[in-house]
């Protein structure tokens, strides 16, 4: 199974991915001082209807947003 993921190691907290979400699927939540962003799979769809692929992926400054391959495949 595919998943949208953010990379917290590299996150850079700009929320970009989070504001080009069509669905809603990013999460921003405040923890310990600090912005921090996730993403909710049951409402991702990975972007498939779009031509350019995942927008979070797009808007993303750096490599934050991941498509990670979990469980059986
Ligand atoms: S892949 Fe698309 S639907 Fe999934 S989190 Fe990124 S922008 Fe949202
Ligand atoms: S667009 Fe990239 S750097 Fe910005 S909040 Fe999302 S994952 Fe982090």
Not at 11 to 35: S, T, Y
Not at 40 to 66: F, I, K, Q, S, Y
Request: charge should be positive; charged fraction near 30%; include cysteine.
């Amino acid at each position: 199974m595919q998943v949208m993921c953010i990379r917290e190691e590299l996150c850079e907290r700009c929320g970009a991915c989070w504001a080009e979400c069509p669905r809603g699927a990013i999460e921003r939540r405040e923890e310990g001082g600090q912005e921090r962003y996730r993403v909710t799979p049951a409402l991702c769809d990975l972007c498939r209807t779009e031509a350019r692929g995942p927008r979070c992926r797009a808007a993303c400054p750096v490599v934050g947003c991941l498509v990670e391959v979990r469980g059986p495949t």
